[in-house]
């Protein structure tokens, strides 16, 4: 959502709303009692009743602040985050001091996923207030867009000021191990862990960076404390299970990542890390290891379905848009793979090679398509002139020998 654009909804709930027309000789007391009725209907989430009580005392000959900012925040309490945000930007603009009437446009902007204008609300709270859940905020908007680095140093700024907030700390340290920044990930993650030395949401990150920094014994004695502590969680299984297998514990590898599996049965690299482990522990292969194989190639599996309709669209773009018809008929076979009921394909991958002109490959694919085309059809008179035409063209391509 653009700045413009919030303009323009500020300019209709402001200025020329049809059923925002201001009453002349506006009562105080009316005012007063409006304003108090529709708190209370916000308050009961009946924000629709208390944005009508409100709007006859909006006015475009003056600018009652109060009035204005209880229907903005019956606007965003609505979910109407457009209108919102207008209205915190003709309030922010108005009374730029009010640190409020900024946060809210912040949030606003970012329940919009705008989240450019939403980082440039957080920044203008900050130079009137350093508000540690702002900084957060900000942080989490540059996580959103994938600028990492922006996102750590606004969460550092505000664990500088609540060095104990559980959250910020776990999306720091994830920052840190997905950059493989492993020590730092542990420094954070060790500040924290002063005063909470067993957190089930931080220190599991420990362990993990630990292990991707390859400290497997350390890596395994933290994450088997958590689980001893009864921190039940994925993580902690799947990761202990990779240590104990790094440090050759095959048999407790083994249980972890089973344990692992009952939680999230969708980790195509815990199904394979479950048959490595068990050849390992030298289990029967039939029995044990080629199941967990087989389920390693299921998961891996494309959708045929899928996978045949996107070979056919390549075949028709190197067939109908370029003159690359050897690449359009590997295409077409490579659809007839996922879709071997498809016989029109086998039409399709015959015509191909008649345009590129090698008419013995053309002949072969449409006499496939013949010996499964019902005879009664379009399709099959249609080859039998397809045929005729090509054995006509490998007739006069064949050298005529001398009587």
Same mark, same amino acid.
């Given at each position: 959502?653009?700045?413009?654009?919030?303009?323009?909804?500020?300019?209709?709930?402001?200025?020329?709303?049809?059923?925002?027309?201001?009453?002349?000789?506006?009562?105080?007391?009316? +005012?007063?009692?409006?304003?108090?009725?529709?708190?209370?209907?916000?308050?009961?989430?009946?924000?629709?009743?208390?944005?009508?009580?409100?709007?006859?005392?909006?006015?475009?000959?003056?600018?009652?602040?109060?009035?204005?900012?209880?229907?903005?925040?019956?606007?965003?309490?609505? *979910?109407?985050?457009?209108?919102?945000?207008?209205?915190?930007?003709?309030?922010?603009?108005? !009374?730029?001091?009010?640190?409020?009437?900024?946060?809210?446009?912040?949030?606003?902007? =970012?329940?919009?996923?705008?989240?450019?204008?939403?980082?440039?609300?957080?920044?203008?709270?900050?130079?009137?207030?350093?508000?540690?859940?702002?900084?957060?905020?900000?942080?989490?908007? !540059? +996580?959103?867009?994938?600028?990492?680095?922006?996102?750590?140093?606004?969460?550092?700024?505000?664990?500088?000021?609540?060095?104990?907030?559980?959250?910020?700390?776990?999306?720091?340290?994830?920052?840190?191990?997905?950059?493989? #920044?492993?020590?730092?990930?542990?420094?954070?993650?060790?500040?924290?862990?002063? #005063?909470?030395?067993?957190?089930?949401?931080?220190?599991?990150?420990?362990?993990?960076?630990?292990?991707?920094?390859?400290?497997?014994?350390?890596?395994?004695?933290?994450?088997?404390?958590?689980?001893?502590?009864?921190?039940?969680?994925?993580?902690?299984?799947?990761?202990?299970?990779?240590?104990?297998?790094?440090?050759?514990?095959?048999?407790?590898?083994?249980?972890?990542?089973?344990?692992?599996?009952?939680?999230?049965?969708?980790?195509?690299?815990?199904?394979?890390?479950?048959?490595?482990?068990?050849?390992?522990?030298?289990?029967?292969?039939? +029995?044990?290891?080629?199941?967990?194989?087989?389920?390693?190639?299921?998961?891996?599996?494309?959708?045929?379905?899928?996978?045949?309709?996107?070979?056919?669209? =390549?075949?028709?773009?190197?067939?109908?848009?370029?003159?690359?018809?050897?690449?359009?008929?590997?295409?077409? #076979?490579? *659809?007839? #793979?996922?879709?071997?009921? *498809?016989?029109?394909?086998?039409?399709?991958?015959?015509?191909?090679?008649?345009?590129?002109?090698?008419?013995?490959?053309?002949?072969?694919?449409?006499?496939?398509?013949?010996?499964?085309?019902?005879?009664?059809? +379009?399709?099959?008179?249609?080859?039998?002139?397809?045929?005729? !035409?090509?054995?006509?063209?490998? !007739?006069?391509?064949?050298?005529?020998?001398?009587?």
């Amino acid at each position: 959502m653009s700045i413009i654009r919030v303009l323009f909804v500020a300019i209709l709930v402001f200025g020329a709303g049809s059923h925002l027309q201001a009453q002349p000789n506006i009562d105080s007391e009316a +005012r007063k009692e409006a304003i108090s009725q529709a708190r209370y209907l916000k308050s009961i989430y009946k924000t629709d009743e208390a944005i009508d009580l409100l709007a006859p005392y909006v006015s475009q000959d003056s600018f009652d602040e109060e009035v204005l900012a209880e229907l903005a925040d019956c606007h965003f309490q609505s *979910a109407d985050y457009e209108t919102a945000a207008g209205s915190y930007f003709m309030l922010a603009s108005r !009374f730029p001091q009010m640190v409020l009437y900024k946060i809210r446009l912040m949030q606003s902007f =970012y329940r919009l996923h705008d989240y450019a204008n939403s980082i440039e609300a957080g920044k203008a709270v900050l130079q009137l207030d350093t508000i540690p859940a702002v900084l957060t905020f900000i942080g989490d908007a !540059f +996580r959103t867009i994938n600028m990492p680095d922006s996102a750590l140093a606004y969460y550092t700024k505000s664990l500088a000021f609540k060095p104990e907030n559980e959250s910020v700390v776990t999306k720091s340290v994830n920052i840190l191990i997905k950059s493989e #920044k492993y020590d730092d990930a542990i420094a954070v993650a060790d500040s924290f862990l002063v #005063k909470d030395p067993d957190n089930f949401a931080v220190t599991p990150l420990k362990g993990i960076a630990l292990y991707r920094k390859e400290d497997y014994n350390m890596a395994r004695e933290v994450l088997m404390n958590q689980k001893e502590l009864g921190n039940d969680s994925y993580p902690v299984h799947y990761y202990l299970g990779q240590a104990c297998w790094q440090i050759k514990e095959y048999h407790r590898a083994e249980v972890e990542f089973m344990a692992a599996w009952q939680i999230d049965s969708s980790d195509v690299n815990l199904a394979y890390s479950i048959a490595a482990v068990g050849a390992e522990c030298y289990r029967p292969f039939e +029995r044990d290891i080629k199941p967990w194989l087989d389920k390693v190639e299921e998961m891996t599996r494309p959708d045929p379905s899928l996978m045949s309709r996107m070979h056919q669209q =390549y075949g028709r773009g190197y067939s109908m848009q370029t003159t690359q018809y050897a690449k359009a008929a590997e295409h077409y #076979k490579e *659809a007839l #793979k996922y879709s071997p009921d *498809a016989i029109v394909l086998y039409y399709a991958i015959g015509y191909c090679y008649e345009l590129n002109k090698e008419f013995k490959n053309a002949l072969k694919w449409y006499e496939k398509y013949l010996s499964v085309c019902p005879k009664d059809s +379009r399709g099959y008179k249609e080859t039998l002139k397809s045929i005729e !035409f090509v054995k006509a063209k490998i !007739f006069m391509e064949e050298p005529k020998t001398e009587k």
